[in-house]
């Protein structure tokens, strides 16, 4: 059985809400695995006197904190899972910076050592600047000495082996999660596997936020939009082995209303971003607006054999509130979500081994997003 975590800036945002109420709330809760975000690693450091902007600088005093709050995490009854994210990483051109940019990585193994965690994972690049490229070659390249780099560091210490997770964030140029396994494959690494982000998965491959009916990228009703998915997700479970996936994160997203919700104006902004940081929901919170087949998602990288954390990766304006409640209430719907999503995925047709399979898959999955609005 998957056990089940929550990343920390899905308990509170850290301008509002002190780390360790946070992390006792997803302890009661039931939680079993923390995904540790640097605001909230930056955060507690500040509250122990020391400089936010300097986190990953391997002090003594830094390392303390570090230690200090991955016993407290275990006293809870928890475990860190991984620390993120890293941004910006892959595909530089110039040699320096691209030296530079590596050793960056490479600075957070002390205190993965310190927190009692084996990976660190970084979103696929979102620079389209002539400085980077998206070239596979260039970026297994890169994820293949990150991996090396890692191991180097276990052999050196003799601690069990630091992983590297590659994830394709929706707004980069590799934004699916067949051309970041595609990288993943190509690094050939041991240590280096793929992120797999429900919520950016379907970003991509289901949803649209600025069409009322909020997907029909491609085609106009649900259920080609979900034929479309499913095939995917098909493919992903034949393909990709579960001990390859390193990290599952799960979310769900508000069906917005166009009329009000609209792109952003600045051109540096990506078209998702304001939905991404302020509208997701915790899976299949459809009394919320919740629309999404998260449980597509789910049930694919289930199938894979993946026996890791089912996390949850959730930002909403309801999480920047203030008030002591706010994690309390938050942990409370977040594992009533994963609770409920693992049994709706488990119970879904065997939808990559067979077209009947699938043909069923679709039609549960479009009456249960059908009774959650009358626009999908």
């Known amino acids: 059985m998957n056990e089940f975590g929550i990343a920390t800036l899905s308990l509170g945002n850290w301008r509002e809400h002190r780390l360790t109420p946070r992390l006792e709330a997803a302890a009661k809760a039931g939680y079993q695995w923390i995904d540790l975000f640097d605001e909230c690693w930056a955060a507690y450091l500040e509250e122990h006197g020391l400089p936010g902007d300097q986190l990953w600088e ?52 002390p205190f993965m050592r310190a927190f009692d965690t084996d990976l660190v994972f970084m979103c696929a690049n979102i620079r389209t600047d002539e400085g980077v490229t998206s070239d596979l070659k260039t970026v297994a390249r890169d994820l293949a000495e990150l991996g090396d780099m890692a191991a180097a560091y276990a052999r050196k210490d003799g601690g069990r082996m630091l992983k590297i997770g590659y994830e394709g964030l929706s707004w980069a140029t590799r934004n699916t999660w067949s051309a970041s396994w595609e990288a993943v494959r190509f690094a050939n690494r041991p240590n280096v596997g793929l992120i797999v982000d429900a919520f950016n ?14 997907h029909g990228r491609i085609y106009p009703t649900l259920e080609e939009s979900l034929d479309v998915l499913a095939g995917s997700m098909a493919s992903l479970a034949r393909t990709v082995p579960g001990d390859r996936i390193f990290f599952f994160q799960c979310g769900d997203a508000e069906l917005v209303n166009p009329a009000t919700f609209h792109p952003p104006t600045d051109p540096d902004t990506p078209a998702l971003l304001p939905w991404s940081r302020n509208h997701r929901l915790y899976p299949l919170e459809q009394s919320l607006g919740g629309y999404m087949p998260v449980e597509l998602v789910a049930a694919a990288v289930l199938a894979t054999g993946y026996k890791g954390p089912m996390s949850l990766e959730v930002f909403n304006t309801s999480l ?27 119970s879904l047709p065997r939808f990559w081994e067979s077209q009947a399979d699938e043909h069923q898959a679709i039609s549960t999955v479009a009456r249960r997003l059908r009774t959650s609005s009358q626009r999908l």
């Open 320 to 346: 920047n509130q203030p008030g002591n409640d706010v994690p309390i209430v938050h942990a409370s719907r977040g594992i009533v979500s994963l609770q409920r999503m693992m049994e709706v995925a488990r």
């Open 58 to 109: 391997p002090t003594p005093e830094n390392l303390r904190v570090a230690g200090k709050l991955g016993d407290l995490v275990k006293s809870l009854g928890m475990r860190i899972a991984c620390t993120q994210p890293l941004r910006k990483i892959e595909g530089v051109k110039d040699p320096e910076e691209r030296r530079a940019t590596l050793d960056l990585v490479a600075k957070r193994f």
């Open 201 to 214: 998965v379907l970003a991509v491959e289901f949803a649209d936020p600025y069409n009322p009916a909020g």
